[in-house]
């Protein structure tokens, strides 16, 4: 019977499966969270939207109804056409926001402090008709007369700010919960001599806090990190020492307030580990008062690893301006150098995975000596791996994406047939420069909704932000 059968002949051709495109924002409904990579995607569309949104010059006057010395030096900067006057400081040199992004507090080279509240900043500027900055901007403005070059909230005091300067050797604590021009408390260095018996005058340039205890670290122009405990003395209670003579521009405390960065003037990175090692006794201890690091690298030697790097620079020792640990990602510590490069070093490897080599300032015909440039403060945008960097050479800020995968444009194995690839599909991610109408030293960015203030060297501050328009004017 099988002859008269008819046999079935399979078909040759196989059945394509229909091709859908992936859902992404299905996907975040179905997951419930966000995927890395489109995380990453949707920061190009974070950084489009950033444009300046409001100027407050530092207009102010002091009690007697006379302008302040910072409102006094911009007037004569202007008068003179913004020309560099050496006699004359300007800028304003630090800016940080408290836990909640309420208060913004803000330091010149003046030496005027002054205090904020965002919001009610935030608020006028739809109101903006000039450049001119009324009284009522501001709940605090304190011209001290001094040199201030850096400014922190107290973590476990909200109305305490701290002020240092590299011209003293005093941290003045103020409470913003009233008004008064005295400190509420002093803390000083010890005074140091030379083997001649003349006294060495110790600046402090930058603040950190711990955040489990009443402990304050301030960097000074010695190449040491000075610690006190507000319920011991007035003076250090411990000294941490480096291998360099010269200044420490910047400091930080990693998130478990065990380990110390410190970078500065002749491009080292100094590491104090304060959980053990040689420095165990860091913050146990009161009878030795020096404690050297437990490592320190020179930058330009972890640059020169990089081959592509190498063959297209000449990598010499730079001074490191500024050193921040990224809040989203704690083990990348970001560094701006004075020639206006920025990176990401890695701190479980202590390798550079990203860097950022702006154009040089002499190739747009805006260069800069350096002995009049500023010392430059950039910031992390506090929820993504975006770091906030003022340019050296032109009237803007760079916010370069850092993003700890090799799909960064600033990553060190980026690849650029990833980016032709990339941009087939519609997801560039790029580093963005935002012209703004002044020069940026130092930014801050709000810790909620990463709104972006930065402190410009003609002592104003600029409201970077996503503009807002009303719906009926596109009509």
């Not at 993504?384 to 850092?402: E, K, N, P, T, V």
Request: glycine share 4%; aromatic share 8%.
């Amino acid at each position: 019977m099988e002859k008269y059968l008819v046999s079935h002949k399979h078909s040759i051709k196989k059945v394509q499966p229909l091709r859908r495109w992936h859902w992404k924002r299905s996907s975040v409904e179905l997951n419930g969270k966000f995927e890395r990579n489109y995380r990453h995607e949707m920061l190009d569309l974070l950084l489009r939207s950033y444009s300046e949104v409001g100027a407050f010059p530092h207009l102010y006057l002091v009690d007697d109804g006379s302008p302040c010395q910072s409102h006094t030096n911009r007037v004569v900067s202007e008068a003179n056409g913004d020309r560099h006057l050496p006699y004359i400081k300007q800028g304003i040199s630090a800016v940080d926001f408290d836990n909640k992004g309420i208060y913004l507090v803000s330091v010149t080279k003046t030496g005027c402090l002054t205090v904020h509240d965002f919001e009610a900043l935030y608020c006028q500027i739809p109101k903006l008709t000039c450049l001119k900055e009324d009284q009522s901007k501001h709940l605090m403005h304190l011209s001290l007369n001094r040199q201030l070059d850096a400014v922190r909230w107290n973590p476990l005091n909200q109305n305490e700010v701290v002020c240092a300067s590299v011209k003293s050797n005093e941290l003045l604590i103020f409470d913003v919960g009233y008004v008064s021009s005295e400190p509420v408390e002093v803390l000083r260095t010890r005074h140091a001599t030379t083997v001649h018996g003349s006294s060495i005058l110790k600046g402090l340039s930058d603040v950190a806090f711990t955040s489990n205890d009443t402990r304050i670290l301030a960097s000074d122009t010695h190449g040491a990190i000075n610690v006190w405990d507000r319920r011991v003395n007035a003076l250090p209670c411990l000294e941490l020492a480096s291998t360099s003579c010269g200044t420490l521009n910047s400091i930080q405390l990693n998130a478990d307030n065990q380990i110390i960065f410190g970078a500065g003037k002749h491009g080292l990175l100094h590491v104090w580990d304060i959980r053990g090692g040689r420095a165990s006794a860091t913050f146990q201890s009161h009878k030795e008062i020096c404690h050297p690091p437990v490592t320190s690298v020179k930058l330009a030697t972890l640059l020169e690893k990089i081959r592509s790097l190498k063959a297209q620079a000449d990598i010499v020792p730079k001074e490191i301006h500024s050193i921040d640990i990224n809040p989203s990602c704690p083990y990348q510590l970001a560094f701006h150098l004075d020639d206006g490069w920025s990176g990401v070093l890695d701190i479980n490897n202590f390798q550079v995975t990203h860097i950022h080599c702006p154009p040089p300032a002499w190739l747009n015909d805006s260069y800069i000596p350096a002995d009049l440039s500023y010392l430059r403060k950039p910031s992390w945008l506090s929820t993504c791996s975006i770091y906030l960097a003022g340019s050296s050479s032109d009237r803007g800020i760079r916010l370069l994406d850092f993003y700890p995968s090799t799909n960064s444009p600033s990553h060190v194995d980026y690849k650029e047939d990833m980016q032709e690839m990339s941009r087939r599909n519609n997801r560039s991610n790029q580093n963005r420069f935002i012209s703004l109408s002044e020069g940026v030293i130092s930014c801050a960015a709000h810790p909620l909704y990463n709104a972006i203030v930065a402190g410009t060297k003609k002592t104003s501050l600029l409201v970077i932000s996503q503009r807002r328009e009303s719906c009926r004017s596109e009509d």
